[in-house]
């Protein structure tokens, strides 16, 4: 992989909690309980407001419905939070608080669950709404989620069959995670790229493995903050190495769009939703890449979502400290909070100089701090990258809420990740 997409359609939060009745405190005091928790949700502080959530002491009220919804949906239970989420639609009134939140979680339990027709009518609601509250770059994404989605309202639902075969692969020398893809008597070898929100084909490649093509384009973003127009494409089955999956979705580019200036030609990846798809993935250093129908019995969750964005923490310099995971990305990058988190320390230790970041549709020069020996922990486990580029301008949404990207310089410097998506758990060995 030469490059890192991302197809930012929408946002959600990560939460987790288990409601029980407390003691109640005061009405301010439960007041503020409730702005903080809000204050955290707003902030994309996920994991911290898993912990507020988890110790709030005031009376159960409407409002924690909401959060109920978040703390399920960002953990991969979208039936669960649609079920909170609705409740809590239906006591908020048509003007309650937090609606427009309430909604934005509700479609992407859709979107998790592959209804794309509710998903549709959810943002068309938002839409119709709260268009006079929302700020330009969310009323873009709405209208394109809302295009998307509709575009896919007769899609039937993905399905991820598991083979015998555990294995989708064999060792592989190249960059990332490579897999046999087989559609339509054409055979192609495609990248693993946890950062895609929804896989992507070139022209060229979907044509041969007999992609059925959609007919609406929709707007989408890259690791750059320029936007390319593709279209959508179908697969009613394909195999990737010993799985079988069911209806398909791809975003499909004309072969000059995944050009980049070095020459390299992208064929495609097999994003996110068919990731999670296959259950309990590893990812070896060696480049291979095993499933498994079965999870162990995990310990706490350590990953969740937002939206179909990987996130997990890891310990830099004795601070948690939350990164996204993306395994399409060749090397790994800091972000702004970063800077900001450690200013002193960066400006006085390392050099800054303009650095070229090419995602599908270009190339943008961003000002960076070089990092040198940088030491983070993951899961309990150590990693040492040689140098790693702190951009000092946000290219994306992530870019102003995590502190970095972990790509595969850091991922296959371990034996094995594993991420399971039943648990929720990412382990490092």
């Given at each position: 992989m030469r490059r890192l997409l991302h197809i930012a359609l929408l946002f959600t939060v990560c939460t987790v909690a288990v409601f029980a009745q407390r003691p109640e405190t005061t009405p301010d005091g439960q007041a503020r309980d409730i702005t903080k928790?809000?204050?955290?949700?707003d902030r994309k502080r996920y994991f911290e407001l898993r912990d507020a959530v988890g110790n709030y002491n005031g009376r159960p009220e409407a409002k924690l419905l909401f959060f109920r919804g978040a703390v399920a949906n960002a953990f991969n239970r979208p039936l669960d939070s649609a079920r909170y989420l609705r409740r809590f639609i239906a006591r908020a009134g048509r003007d309650g608080e937090w609606l427009s939140d309430a909604y934005t979680l509700l479609a992407d339990d859709f979107v998790k669950t592959y209804d794309y027709g509710k998903a549709a009518d959810a943002y068309r609601t938002l839409l119709d709404r709260f268009r006079q509250t929302l700020k330009p770059d969310e009323l873009k994404d709405y209208e394109n989620a809302a295009a998307l989605y509709n575009s896919l309202r007769g899609v039937p639902?993905?399905?991820?069959?598991l083979g015998r075969a555990a294995r989708l692969n064999g060792p592989g020398a190249g960059a990332g995670w490579n897999v046999p893809v087989e559609a339509g008597g054409g055979r192609v070898t495609l990248g693993l790229d946890t950062g895609a929100n929804i896989s992507l084909l070139a022209r060229s490649v979907a044509e041969r493995l007999g992609v059925r093509m959609l007919g609406r384009s929709i707007s989408v973003g890259s690791v750059t903050s320029i936007e390319v127009r593709p279209g959508l494409g179908l697969l009613p089955s394909m195999k990737v190495g010993g799985a079988t999956v069911r209806n398909a979705v791809f975003i499909v580019l004309d072969d000059q769009a995944l050009t980049f200036p070095d020459g390299f030609k992208l064929e495609g990846v097999i994003g996110f939703p068919v990731i999670e798809g296959l259950g309990r993935v590893s990812f070896g250093g060696d480049g291979s890449v095993s499933v498994s129908r079965t999870s162990p019995r995990g310990g706490r969750p350590n990953l969740c979502l937002d939206g179909r964005d990987i996130l997990f923490r890891g310990v830099y310099e004795g601070k948690e400290l939350t990164f996204t995971l993306d395994t399409g990305a060749e090397r790994s990058v800091l972000y702004l909070p970063f800077l900001q988190e450690f200013e002193g320390e960066v400006k006085a230790r390392y050099e800054l100089r303009n650095e070229k970041f090419?995602?599908?549709?270009?190339?943008?020069?961003?000002?960076?701090y070089i990092v040198k020996d940088?030491?983070?922990s993951f899961a309990g486990k150590g990693v040492r990258l040689p140098e790693v580029r702190l951009l000092t301008r946000a290219l994306t949404e992530n870019g102003r809420h995590y502190y970095g990207n972990v790509g595969q310089d850091a991922i296959k410097r371990f034996r094995l990740m594993t991420l399971d998506f039943a648990s929720m758990n990412v382990a490092f060995e």
């Open positions: 928790l809000k204050q955290l949700f639902r993905q399905r991820v069959v090419t995602g599908v549709g270009g190339t943008e020069e961003v000002p960076a940088f030491a983070v």
